[in-house]
C-alpha cells in the first residue's frame, strides 16, 4: 500500500455539528506487520488514512487485516518501520482510538447502558456525565427503551448498535471496526450499515473498517485498500445505494474480487 495513493479523501460525514470531533490522521512508514513472535504476516505497508477518512480494507483470510487493526490502535507494535497518529509515534494503545469486533465483547453481567459507560468508567468521567453520554448514544442507535437491559436480551444487531454506541461514547477520534458486521443476516447488515453511516455523520471520526464483503466495502468506503496486492483505490460512489450498478463502481468491484 502506498502513502502516494491518498486521494483528497471524502469525509465520511457531509455536515457537522458543534459536538463533532477532528478526525486523526493515522500513517504507516515502511511498516512490517507481525506477531510478538516475529511472524510476519505482510512486506512492508506504507498507508495514510487522513482525517475524516472512511477507509475499507478487504483481502483473503490471514492476510493481515486484523493485525492491520491491531497495529494501528497500539495493541501491536510492528515489526518494522512506524505507525503513527497526527505524526507522532504510536507506542501503544489510546482513548482516542476505538476498537469494534465483530463479536461485540459485551460484558453480560452489565446492562447496556454500564456497558456504554464503561470506557468512559475507566477513564473516570463523573457519574452523570457518562450516564447522560450512554443515553444519548443509546437514543441515537435506537436502544433508548433497552438501556436497563442485559445483553442476552438482545438480539445481535442490537448488541452490535450497543458495542458502536459504546465505541463512540467516547468521541474517539478513530474508530478501527474489525468486520463489526459479519456476523448479521443481510437485512440486518444493510441496517447497521446505514446507522453506522448516519451516526459517524457529524462526528468527524477517521474509520478503518476491515470486511470480507466486497459490496459492503464499495458502498461504505471513501477508498477501498486491497490488502493482498497493496493497492489503494478511490470509491466513485461512496455510501450511495443506488450506485452498485454504476459503471465506475462495476469496475471497481470486478478489480476488488480479482485481487483475493
Same mark, same amino acid.
Given at each position: /500500500? =502506498?502513502?502516494?495513493?491518498?486521494?483528497?479523501?471524502?469525509?465520511?460525514?457531509? #455536515?457537522?455539528?458543534?459536538?463533532?470531533?477532528?478526525?486523526?490522521?493515522?500513517?504507516?512508514?515502511?511498516? %512490517?506487520?507481525?506477531?510478538?513472535?516475529?511472524?510476519?504476516?505482510?512486506?512492508?505497508?506504507?498507508?495514510?488514512? #487522513?482525517?475524516?477518512?472512511?477507509?475499507?480494507?478487504?483481502?483473503? =483470510?490471514?492476510?493481515?487485516?486484523?493485525? +492491520?487493526?491491531?497495529? *494501528?490502535?497500539?495493541?501491536?507494535?510492528?515489526?518494522?518501520?512506524?505507525?503513527?497518529?497526527?505524526?507522532?509515534?504510536?507506542? &501503544?494503545?489510546?482513548?482516542?482510538?476505538?476498537?469494534?469486533?465483530?463479536?461485540?465483547?459485551?460484558?453480560?453481567?452489565?446492562?447496556?447502558?454500564?456497558?456504554?459507560? *464503561?470506557?468512559?468508567?475507566? %477513564?473516570?468521567?463523573?457519574?452523570?456525565?457518562?450516564?447522560?453520554?450512554?443515553?444519548?448514544? @443509546?437514543?441515537?442507535?435506537? @436502544?433508548?427503551?433497552?438501556?436497563?437491559?442485559?445483553?442476552?436480551?438482545?438480539?445481535?444487531?442490537?448488541?452490535?448498535?450497543?458495542?458502536?454506541?459504546?465505541?463512540?461514547? &467516547?468521541?474517539?477520534?478513530?474508530?478501527? /471496526?474489525?468486520?463489526?458486521?459479519?456476523? +448479521?443476516?443481510?437485512?440486518?447488515? #444493510?441496517?447497521?450499515?446505514?446507522?453506522?453511516?448516519?451516526?459517524?455523520? &457529524?462526528?468527524?471520526?477517521?474509520?478503518?473498517?476491515?470486511?470480507?464483503?466486497?459490496?459492503?466495502?464499495?458502498?461504505?468506503?471513501?477508498?477501498?485498500?486491497?490488502?493482498?496486492?497493496?493497492?489503494?483505490?478511490?470509491?466513485?460512489?461512496?455510501?450511495? %445505494?443506488?450506485? +452498485?450498478?454504476?459503471?465506475?463502481?462495476?469496475?471497481?468491484?470486478?478489480?476488488?474480487?480479482?485481487?483475493?
Amino acid at each position: /500500500m =502506498s502513502a502516494t495513493s491518498t486521494a483528497s479523501a471524502r469525509s465520511t460525514a457531509g #455536515a457537522t455539528d458543534d459536538t463533532n470531533t477532528t478526525g486523526a490522521e493515522l500513517a504507516l512508514h515502511g511498516v %512490517r506487520l507481525g506477531h510478538p513472535d516475529g511472524s510476519a504476516v505482510s512486506g512492508p505497508v506504507g498507508l495514510r488514512i #487522513a482525517p475524516g477518512e472512511l477507509l475499507t480494507v478487504v483481502g483473503p =483470510s490471514g492476510c493481515g487485516k486484523t493485525t +492491520l487493526l491491531r497495529t *494501528l490502535a497500539g495493541l501491536l507494535p510492528p515489526l518494522e518501520g512506524r505507525v503513527t497518529q497526527d505524526g507522532e509515534a504510536v507506542r &501503544g494503545p489510546g482513548a482516542d482510538r476505538a476498537l469494534v469486533f465483530q463479536h461485540d465483547a459485551l460484558l453480560p453481567w452489565r446492562t447496556v447502558r454500564a456497558n456504554v459507560e *464503561l470506557p468512559l468508567a475507566i %477513564r473516570r468521567v463523573p457519574r452523570a456525565e457518562r450516564r447522560r453520554a450512554a443515553e444519548e448514544w @443509546l437514543e441515537r442507535v435506537g @436502544l433508548a427503551e433497552h438501556a436497563a437491559r442485559l445483553p442476552h436480551r438482545l438480539s445481535g444487531g442490537q448488541r452490535q448498535r450497543v458495542q458502536l454506541a459504546r465505541a463512540l461514547a &467516547g468521541r474517539p477520534r478513530a474508530v478501527l /471496526m474489525d468486520e463489526p458486521f459479519g456476523a +448479521l443476516d443481510a437485512h440486518t447488515r #444493510a441496517g447497521m450499515q446505514d446507522l453506522l453511516v448516519e451516526i459517524l455523520r &457529524g462526528t468527524g471520526a477517521t474509520v478503518v473498517f476491515v470486511t470480507h464483503d466486497v459490496d459492503e466495502a464499495l458502498h461504505l468506503g471513501d477508498r477501498v485498500a486491497l490488502f493482498a496486492s497493496g493497492e489503494v483505490l478511490d470509491v466513485p460512489h461512496p455510501r450511495a %445505494r443506488d450506485a +452498485l450498478r454504476a459503471p465506475a463502481t462495476v469496475a471497481l468491484r470486478r478489480r476488488v474480487l480479482a485481487s483475493l
